[in-house]
């Protein structure tokens, strides 16, 4: 499947299940930035931490 | 005393205090001033008038019957519209607020300013939902520049820069998630201070991204800056990010000078993509503070990365209903950004918020060896309002989600920093960022008060 494709897939099946509408001209921004949204958690994915590493979001009771 | 236009707040205050000026006179200047110049730069979104009078006239009350006045007596500000008037829906910028109630009470720092003596003359222009580098709004129009009308102010505390920029209000407040703003103080030549992430309470302001939202103010100078903050820094319950630690005044402090404090320059990716401007304007400071060493942020790139990760997903999570029930009441262009964040799978987000805290440990080891880091505010100049993209490191790329390059790996471990304006000659103004390691705000303002009496920086006065 080409990289339209998928971002298209995940794009529309996510919008169903949020139960938001994408009209058809909205569609190629949209697009455009879930790939750039892609493209940056890629970079962020591509970084080795433990399994125990920390998120900053940790909680405080 | 004359024309008050372009006073700094000391001046005003101290005109005040001194009874040199009443408060009344200073704030019927003030509305003079900003209904000549509003149509023009389209800053404010509220006038609050009858407030104001109020306000001034019980300033001038308290003088005569002898009554303390406050360090910021008379001295008017303005607010960016998602922090709270009582009496005004709290708009962030869109639309669909204007639907919401009216707020019920001042936000925190609108309380303190005012405590202090200080006078809300209206509230102002922002890119919608704080979701914005530009200043530009579809449903109130585009706040504009002063040195050039015809380009961005910056986002999106847009009316904020406009505002201080243009001579309406020597304070005013913005916020700053991921460069809101330093981007409007770079692009419109003034001072501004985003403060360590948690410092200034953001009680009674309207959300974007709330592990990266800050509070702060914007001043023609860092004397100002100071005072602002100064009376606004302490504790808040109603902000639960707010700190509890104790706080010294800085203003007191400011003209301590510099000596002792290291200081260097950010390279690596600080430096790629940055326009002559932007370099021009680094070099400038670094040579004044003598800051020849060059320290790497490391993983700077991947922590910008991580940040847009957050901010897009949380700030669509934030809005999910909105998007569901009222797209077409957005403005288009972060209505389609949002959709996209909404759809992020939750991995990224953890794995953005991992790498959050292993980047913050890494970079707060750097100031085991320097005291502070200059880097670009941002990339180029105010562009053209409406420009959607323009060139970083040689590939055309879109505008709104890449002018806080250089701004977003510092808030996303919430660093202070303050922008400090650098003239350039018969050209468009642009800001440094001074980054000093957490709660040392005072650095940061020594700093940017140091380059401001040697005359390195300083907020210019537009032509009109």
């Not at chain 2, 205090?17 to 006179?25: I, L, N, R």
């Not at chain 2, 309470?201 to 991204?209: E, K, L």
């Not at chain 2, 847009?308 to 009441?329: C, F, K, M, W």
Request: net charge neutral.
């Amino acid at each position: 499947m080409s990289d339209t494709g998928i971002l298209d897939g995940w794009l529309d099946a996510n919008a169903a299940l949020l139960g938001i509408a994408v009209a058809p001209e909205w569609r190629h921004a949209v697009r455009l930035h879930l790939r750039i949204t892609r493209d940056m958690a890629q970079n962020v994915l591509e970084f080795q931490l433990p399994d125990d590493a920390e998120p900053a979001s940790m909680f405080h009771a | 005393m004359s024309d008050l236009a372009w006073a700094s707040a000391k001046t005003t205050a101290a005109a005040v205090a001194g009874g040199e000026v009443s408060a009344t006179t200073v704030i019927e200047q003030t509305l003079a001033r900003i209904a000549q110049r509003n149509p023009v730069l389209n800053a404010f979104t509220a006038i609050t008038v009858e407030r104001a009078r109020s306000r001034a006239a019980a300033i001038d009350a308290a003088r005569a019957a002898g009554r303390a006045i406050g360090p910021l007596a008379g001295v008017p500000f303005a607010v960016k519209n998602l922090i709270d008037i009582a009496g005004l829906p709290t708009l962030a910028g869109s639309k669909i607020n204007r639907g919401h109630p009216p707020a019920t009470n001042d936000a925190t720092l609108v309380s303190r300013l005012e405590a202090a003596g200080a006078v809300l003359v209206g509230t102002l222009n922002m890119g919608e939902y704080a979701y914005d580098f530009t200043g530009e709004n579809s449903h109130d129009g585009p706040s504009r520049n002063p040195h050039d009308t015809a380009r961005m102010t910056g986002g999106s505390s847009g009316g904020s820069g406009g505002a201080v920029a243009g001579g309406m209000v020597p304070i005013a407040l913005g916020s700053d998630t991921n460069g809101s703003i330093r981007v409007p103080s770079s692009f419109c030549g003034i001072f501004g201070l985003k403060p360590t992430y948690g410092r200034l309470s953001r009680a009674g302001s309207f959300p974007f991204v709330s592990s990266l939202d800050h509070l702060g103010p914007f001043a023609r100078g860092a004397t100002d800056l100071a005072l602002a903050y100064d009376a606004m820094v302490g504790p808040d319950s109603l902000d639960p990010v707010c700190t509890v630690r104790d706080t010294e005044p800085i203003g007191a402090g400011l003209a301590a000078g510099i000596t002792g404090l290291r200081i260097a320059r950010a390279g690596g990716y600080f430096r790629s993509g940055a326009g002559v401007e932007a370099l021009a304007a680094l070099d400038s400071v670094a040579t004044a503070l003598r800051a020849t060493r060059e320290i790497e942020l490391p993983e700077a790139a991947r922590a910008r990365a991580a940040a847009y990760v957050i901010t897009t997903s949380e700030g669509a999570a934030l809005h999910l209903d909105r998007l569901r029930n009222q797209p077409l009441d957005f403005d288009p262009d972060v209505r389609d950004r949002l959709i996209a964040g909404a759809v992020v799978p939750a991995a990224w987000v953890v794995a953005a918020q991992k790498f959050r805290r292993w980047y913050r440990d890494a970079v707060l080891r750097l100031f085991d060896e320097v005291d502070a880091i200059l880097a670009p505010a941002t990339p180029c100049v105010a562009p053209p309002i409406g420009q959607k993209s323009f060139v970083l490191n040689g590939q055309e790329v879109p505008l709104r989600p890449n002018i806080g390059i250089y701004t977003q790996p510092v808030s996303f471990i919430g660093l202070p920093v303050v922008a400090v304006p650098v003239p350039q000659p018969g050209g468009m103004p642009i800001a440094v960022q001074v980054i000093a390691a957490p709660w040392r705000e005072d650095v940061a303002l020594r700093i940017a008060y140091d380059l401001e009496t040697r005359g390195i920086v300083r907020s210019p006065q537009p032509a009109e």
